[in-house]
């Protein structure tokens, strides 16, 4: 029997599991779905117990692929601040709340109000952030305050699985330091800020290291599953410092940083002191390997094309829709596209702002507007590129996530950013990186530097050529965000 991994990423369009052997080969591989909810305007949520049921489903058709193999180990990823609130019971008591969600903006003028923004930019690297957990857990007391009285512990989405999985509550630095909360400078609950708000910090898991060992496959999970009661569940990390970990992305080399375009768009560039931008347009997180990370996110980027699919070209695969986009000019033939399907944050951290598209006429074509889509939410990464280059200049960025599957949307971002862009290998993601933390978890590799040894090597670089049509674009679109302003605020 040869020793394999499994590597799982619970993102917000589903959950993908990955077994990989010890050379980091991947074995055998699976995806399952479940619904996104937006009961209203402006909010996101999705029931954990979907994400159970996908996760085991997942497991399950990943333990049938593997003949001759054996798991040792497996390592937890998934989409960042969302929040999963439980009973004493240990059961859900509502819908998770997820990272683009916008109903926080009264908790995080609360924050805002009580606790200087400086002050907490310099305490967890960023400023109150209506996305991240901590304004959910304040909504949650002011606006459901019987569910508040019931409250036991919060959990992320992934450490939600693990405490599933195994009975032990735990989370670890990169995944907590999208909460609110977490003091950068050691690695840890700051409770400080929580007894100032007046929370009680025994609602949050404590916090161990991302390579550690979170508990115990449970024994009914491992006879549904089909792996080994016992094994060893590793913490694992927040989806952007797992998939940096799968394309050896660490705070030792400073040069690359990456690019995911899953649901969220995603710049991630390494950093190794705990930095913050003074004004807290792009987060800075903590790594996975005990260093840091500025991190810019564009809320709706994978996320606009599933919107647009679904909406107006429901039958036609991403593929062909990539196809069509073939079809129209750098620069969309004029029209434009802003991405705020879901407000936006990074580097405007505006929850009310809205998606629009700008300029159609009756000569534009299905080719023009999906074109249009790729280039806004390309715009938008290029805003948050332009702040986080000033801060901690890369190189080269490594693309991952469902959209960098698309060559021409790989190439419109390599010219928009005016940046190298490495098109992924395999299909590493998330999963794969969840994978090489369970590896030095369990003592396959001594440390993170050696596991990065086993991975797929740099291919298909996409070069970044100039292109003044890209250049008028981006200009227009700075400019419909200021002016569509009062449009928006007066709709509202
Ligand atoms: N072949 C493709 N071409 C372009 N975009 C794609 C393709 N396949 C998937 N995508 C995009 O990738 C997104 C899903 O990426 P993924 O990394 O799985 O996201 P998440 O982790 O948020 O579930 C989809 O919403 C879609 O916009
Ligand atoms: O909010 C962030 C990062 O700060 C998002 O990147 C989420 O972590 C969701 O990731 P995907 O589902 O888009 O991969």
């Given at each position: 029997?040869?020793d394999i991994?499994?590597?799982?990423?619970l993102g917000?369009?589903?959950?993908r599991?990955?077994?990989?052997?010890?050379q980091g080969?991947i074995?055998?591989?699976?995806?399952r779905?479940y619904?996104?909810?937006?009961p209203q305007?402006?909010?996101t949520?999705?029931?954990?117990?979907?994400?159970?049921?996908?996760?085991?489903?997942a497991?399950?058709?990943v333990?049938?692929?593997?003949?001759?193999?054996?798991?040792?180990?497996?390592?937890?990823?998934?989409q960042?601040?969302g929040m999963?609130?439980l009973?004493a019971?240990?059961?859900?008591?509502?819908?998770?709340?997820?990272?683009?969600?916008q109903?926080?903006?009264k908790a995080v003028?609360?924050?805002?109000?009580?606790?200087?923004?400086q002050?907490l930019?310099?305490?967890t690297?960023n400023?109150?952030?209506?996305?991240?957990?901590?304004?959910?857990l304040l909504?949650l007391?002011?606006?459901?305050?019987q569910a508040?009285?019931?409250?036991?512990?919060?959990l992320?989405?992934?450490?939600y699985l693990g405490?599933?999985?195994?009975g032990?509550l735990?989370?670890?630095p990169?995944d907590?330091?999208?909460v609110?909360c977490?003091?950068?400078?050691n690695?840890?609950?700051d409770t400080?800020?929580?007894?100032?708000l007046?929370?009680?910090?025994?609602f949050?898991?404590?916090?161990i290291e991302s390579t550690?060992?979170?508990?115990?496959?449970?024994?009914?999970?491992?006879?549904?599953?089909g792996l080994?009661?016992g094994?060893?569940?590793?913490?694992?990390g927040g989806d952007?410092?797992?998939?940096a970990?799968?394309l050896g992305i660490?705070?030792s080399?400073?040069?690359?940083g990456s690019l995911?375009i899953?649901?969220s768009?995603?710049?991630?560039?390494?950093?190794?002191?705990?930095?913050?931008?003074?004004?807290?347009?792009?987060?800075?997180?903590?790594?996975v390997?005990?260093?840091?990370?500025?991190l810019?996110?564009?809320?709706?980027?994978?996320g606009?094309?599933?919107?647009?699919?679904?909406?107006?070209?429901p039958?036609?695969?991403?593929?062909?829709l990539?196809d069509?986009a073939?079809r129209?000019l750098?620069?969309a033939r004029?029209v434009?596209?802003l991405?705020?399907l879901?407000?936006?944050?990074?580097p405007?951290?505006?929850?009310d702002?809205?998606?629009?598209?700008?300029?159609?006429?009756?000569?534009?074509?299905?080719?023009d507007?999906?074109?249009?889509?790729?280039?806004?939410v390309a715009?938008s990464l290029?805003?948050v590129?332009?702040v986080?280059?000033a801060?901690?200049p890369?190189?080269?960025?490594l693309?991952?996530?469902?959209g960098?599957?698309?060559?021409i949307?790989?190439?419109?971002?390599?010219?928009?950013l005016?940046?190298k862009l490495?098109?992924p290998?395999?299909?590493?993601?998330a999963?794969?990186?969840a994978?090489i933390?369970?590896?030095?978890?369990?003592?396959?590799y001594?440390n993170?530097?050696a596991a990065f040894?086993?991975?797929p090597q740099d291919s298909?670089i996409v070069q970044?050529?100039?292109n003044p049509?890209?250049?008028?674009?981006?200009?227009?679109?700075?400019l419909?965000?200021?002016?569509l302003?009062?449009?928006?605020?007066?709709?509202s």
């Amino acid at each position: 029997m040869t020793d394999i991994v499994v590597g799982l990423d619970l993102g917000t369009g589903g959950v993908r599991a990955i077994a990989v052997d010890l050379q980091g080969q991947i074995i055998a591989q699976t995806t399952r779905s479940y619904p996104l909810l937006t009961p209203q305007l402006g909010w996101t949520e999705q029931n954990s117990a979907d994400w159970v049921e996908a996760s085991l489903d997942a497991l399950s058709d990943v333990t049938q692929q593997l003949d001759g193999y054996t798991a040792i180990a497996l390592g937890l990823s998934g989409q960042m601040h969302g929040m999963v609130a439980l009973d004493a019971e240990g059961k859900a008591i509502r819908p998770a709340i997820l990272w683009n969600d916008q109903r926080t903006g009264k908790a995080v003028a609360l924050i805002e109000a009580t606790i200087p923004r400086q002050e907490l930019i310099q305490r967890t690297g960023n400023p109150a952030i209506t996305g991240f957990q901590l304004p959910k857990l304040l909504w949650l007391r002011t606006e459901e305050p019987q569910a508040y009285t019931r409250l036991w512990r919060i959990l992320l989405p992934k450490d939600y699985l693990g405490y599933v999985l195994t009975g032990s509550l735990v989370t670890e630095p990169s995944d907590a330091s999208g909460v609110g909360c977490l003091n950068l400078a050691n690695r840890q609950w700051d409770t400080d800020i929580l007894h100032t708000l007046d929370i009680n910090p025994a609602f949050f898991p404590s916090v161990i290291e991302s390579t550690a060992i979170a508990g115990r496959l449970k024994a009914e999970i491992a006879t549904r599953v089909g792996l080994l009661s016992g094994l060893p569940v590793v913490a694992g990390g927040g989806d952007n410092a797992a998939a940096a970990i799968g394309l050896g992305i660490s705070s030792s080399n400073l040069n690359q940083g990456s690019l995911s375009i899953g649901t969220s768009g995603v710049i991630f560039a390494p950093c190794d002191r705990p930095i913050p931008d003074p004004e807290g347009r792009v987060h800075l997180f903590c790594h996975v390997d005990g260093g840091y990370h500025f991190l810019g996110v564009t809320l709706a980027a994978g996320g606009s094309v599933r919107w647009y699919r679904d909406t107006f070209a429901p039958h036609i695969s991403y593929t062909e829709l990539m196809d069509i986009a073939e079809r129209s000019l750098p620069g969309a033939r004029g029209v434009l596209f802003l991405p705020h399907l879901s407000g936006e944050r990074s580097p405007h951290l505006d929850p009310d702002t809205r998606g629009a598209f700008v300029n159609l006429s009756l000569a534009h074509t299905q080719a023009d507007i999906t074109r249009a889509v790729l280039e806004g939410v390309a715009f938008s990464l290029r805003e948050v590129l332009e702040v986080i280059s000033a801060i901690a200049p890369v190189e080269r960025l490594l693309a991952t996530g469902g959209g960098a599957r698309s060559n021409i949307w790989l190439r419109i971002l390599a010219d928009v950013l005016q940046t190298k862009l490495i098109a992924p290998k395999a299909e590493e993601g998330a999963a794969y990186g969840a994978a090489i933390l369970a590896m030095v978890g369990v003592g396959a590799y001594p440390n993170l530097e050696a596991a990065f040894k086993i991975l797929p090597q740099d291919s298909n670089i996409v070069q970044s050529q100039p292109n003044p049509l890209y250049e008028a674009g981006f200009e227009r679109y700075k400019l419909l965000y200021d002016t569509l302003k009062p449009v928006r605020q007066s709709i509202s």
